[in-house]
């Protein structure tokens, strides 16, 4: 990610800014960045993650949200919105905000040509900072690949791969598994687009 050359905000100067824009915007460290919406595939793999997890928890505990509700990250600052939200617990909220939370149990992102390597790196970095944080879920939307990273005991994390549409995945924080086919209903993979969804807005 380049640096840019930009004035810097406070989170408050960024909630000021979000709440009147028009798109989404993340924010890290005093800048903000544009979040491009997803194409087709992306957002099918979303729908079909959320809808088998969301019928899967009715009448449960733990709560499935989608992209909207943000997630506040204390130790470093990040302001995001993961494709995915698994909350087990109470919600925490930022400063009251209703939108903004701060006690994933479960985060689900769905890779993208130019979401995947900050997702995979740096933003999974950010991430493990989260301390009610299990488990940490990457579909692809290119093809068929799931990659769960579980949280253990020794705050070590640990990597679990599923490549094969007849395999099953799971979110063992929550008891979930489905065959990774139910995840990719009515996908393509027509996704060919390289370019990256984050970049920075010039204040």
């Not at 406070?10 to 460290?29: R, S």
């Not at 992209?67 to 990250?73: A, C, F, P, Q």
């Not at 769905?110 to 790196?121: A, M």
């Not at 999974?124 to 579909?139: A, C, M, N, T």
Request: aromatic share 12%; net charge negative; proline share 4%.
């Amino acid at each position: 990610m380049t640096l840019p050359v930009l004035k810097y905000k406070t989170i408050e100067e960024y909630l000021a800014f979000e709440d009147e824009a028009d798109g989404k915007h993340e924010y890290y460290q005093g800048e903000i960045f544009n979040m491009a919406g997803g194409t087709i595939d992306h957002n099918r793999v979303v729908r079909n993650t959320l809808t088998a997890i969301d019928q899967f928890l009715k009448d449960k505990t733990c709560q499935v949200y989608p992209s909207d509700l943000k997630v506040y990250i204390e130790a470093n600052s990040l302001y995001t919105y993961p494709d995915i939200s698994i909350i087990c617990d109470a919600p925490e909220f930022y400063a009251e905000r209703k939108d903004t939370i701060l006690n994933p149990a479960v985060i689900i992102e769905v890779l993208s040509p130019g979401t995947k390597d900050y997702d995979r790196g740096g933003k999974f970095v950010l991430y493990r900072q989260i301390p009610s944080l299990q488990e940490y879920v990457l579909i692809s939307s290119m093809g068929y690949s799931c990659e769960r990273f579980k949280r253990q005991a020794n705050n070590q994390w640990i990597l679990t791969e599923v490549k094969l549409p007849t395999e099953k995945i799971a979110v063992e924080t929550i008891g979930f598994e489905t065959m990774l086919t139910e995840l990719y209903r009515n996908v393509n993979f027509t996704e060919g687009e390289n370019q990256d969804n984050l970049h920075p807005v010039k204040q």
